[in-house]
Structure formats: structure tokens, C-alpha cells
């Protein structure tokens, strides 16, 4: 009677095990699921990003950001660096009332930052670059752009390149 009580109690604790792990499973493979996808959504660094351009008939215009981390002041924490540079854009004041131009990244709905390109002295017009060291926020769903701007009025203009941070490698 004693082997047939433990034979049932093991049979008992060997279907409780099944059970259990059976039911359990579906919600550990849920959880890595969910962070599998928010491992995709936040961007690799570093990587590099095409900026296209907003208007087709600029063929030439094109730019390019480097996303990166940087540590500037050891021992404070690394921060995220966005660096662009964009070649073959029209003079500004060709749009209007602009005669710069700004690289621009947003998360949209929540934050963005703006910092001023430099012009560099070219043929055929000058190369814009600069760069911004001070990102703090997790790079998912970013939109990285160049755009117009005013430095007198610091207004902010239309975007003339861009593209998604999804497509960074």
C-alpha cells in the first residue's frame, strides 16, 4: 500500500510539474517576445543613417548622421552623439526668410533637439556639418533631419532632408 500511496504521490507531483510548466510557458514566451521587440525598436550603435532629400528634384542633396555613444566628462554616464553632415543643399534663403540650416532629431510626442550646421567653404556650393553630444533618452523611433532655419529669429523651417532611425546600421 506505502509503494502504491508514493507511486501516486510522484505521478501527482509529475503532472503538477507538466501542468504548471505548460501554463507558464505561453507567458515567459510572451515576455521575451515583448523584449525581443524592444530590443529592435532601440538602434544598435554605433550606426550610420542616410539623410535623403524631402524635395525629388534636389538629386544631389544628400546627407549622412553618425549615431554613437560618447563620454565627455568620466565619470559621468555615456550619452548619445548625433553628428551630420549634408552636401549639395540649396542656399537657404532660396526657400524664404532662412539662412542657415539645422540638424533636427525628434521622438515624436515626446522630445527633440536642434543644433546649428556649420557651412564649410566648397565648390559648388558649401558642406553643412555639427554635431550634438548631450541625448540622454533611449534612440528608438527617432526622426533625424536637416532643416531650415533663421539665425536671427531662431525660427526653425520646413525639413530638406531625412529619414528614419529604424534604417540606421
Given at each position: 500500500?506505502?509503494?502504491?500511496?508514493?507511486?501516486?504521490?510522484?505521478?501527482?507531483?509529475?503532472?503538477?510539474?507538466?501542468?504548471y510548466?505548460?501554463?507558464?510557458?505561453?507567458?515567459?514566451?510572451?515576455?521575451?517576445?515583448e523584449?525581443?521587440?524592444?530590443?529592435?525598436?532601440?538602434?544598435?550603435e554605433?550606426?550610420?543613417?542616410?539623410?535623403?532629400?524631402?524635395?525629388?528634384?534636389?538629386?544631389?542633396?544628400?546627407?549622412?548622421?553618425?549615431?554613437?555613444?560618447?563620454?565627455l566628462?568620466?565619470?559621468?554616464?555615456?550619452?548619445?552623439?548625433?553628428?551630420?553632415?549634408?552636401?549639395?543643399?540649396?542656399?537657404?534663403?532660396?526657400?524664404?526668410?532662412?539662412?542657415?540650416?539645422?540638424?533636427?532629431?525628434?521622438?515624436?510626442?515626446?522630445?527633440?533637439?536642434?543644433?546649428?550646421?556649420?557651412?564649410?567653404?566648397?565648390?559648388?556650393?558649401?558642406?553643412?556639418?555639427?554635431?550634438?553630444?548631450?541625448?540622454?533618452?533611449e534612440?528608438?523611433?527617432?526622426?533625424?533631419q536637416?532643416?531650415?532655419?533663421?539665425?536671427?529669429?531662431?525660427?526653425?523651417?520646413?525639413?530638406?532632408?531625412?529619414?528614419?532611425?529604424?534604417?540606421?546600421?
Amino acid at each position: 500500500m506505502k509503494k502504491i500511496s508514493l507511486i501516486s504521490l510522484l505521478l501527482l507531483l509529475s503532472l503538477t510539474t507538466v501542468l504548471y510548466l505548460t501554463w507558464e510557458k505561453p507567458t515567459q514566451v510572451k515576455a521575451i517576445n515583448e523584449e525581443s521587440e524592444q530590443l529592435l525598436e532601440a538602434i544598435s550603435e554605433p550606426c550610420s543613417l542616410t539623410l535623403e532629400s524631402v524635395d525629388k528634384i534636389l538629386v544631389n542633396a544628400k546627407g549622412v548622421a553618425l549615431i554613437y555613444k560618447v563620454q565627455l566628462n568620466p565619470p559621468s554616464f555615456a550619452r548619445t552623439n548625433i553628428s551630420i553632415l549634408a552636401v549639395h543643399l540649396p542656399e537657404p534663403s532660396s526657400y524664404g526668410d532662412f539662412d542657415s540650416y539645422e540638424g533636427f532629431a525628434s521622438i515624436p510626442e515626446e522630445i527633440s533637439w536642434r543644433f546649428k550646421l556649420y557651412p564649410t567653404p566648397e565648390d559648388n556650393g558649401p558642406s553643412w556639418a555639427g554635431r550634438f553630444d548631450l541625448i540622454t533618452a533611449e534612440m528608438k523611433n527617432v526622426e533625424v533631419q536637416v532643416r531650415l532655419s533663421n539665425s536671427k529669429t531662431d525660427k526653425l523651417g520646413p525639413s530638406v532632408l531625412t529619414n528614419s532611425i529604424n534604417n540606421c546600421k
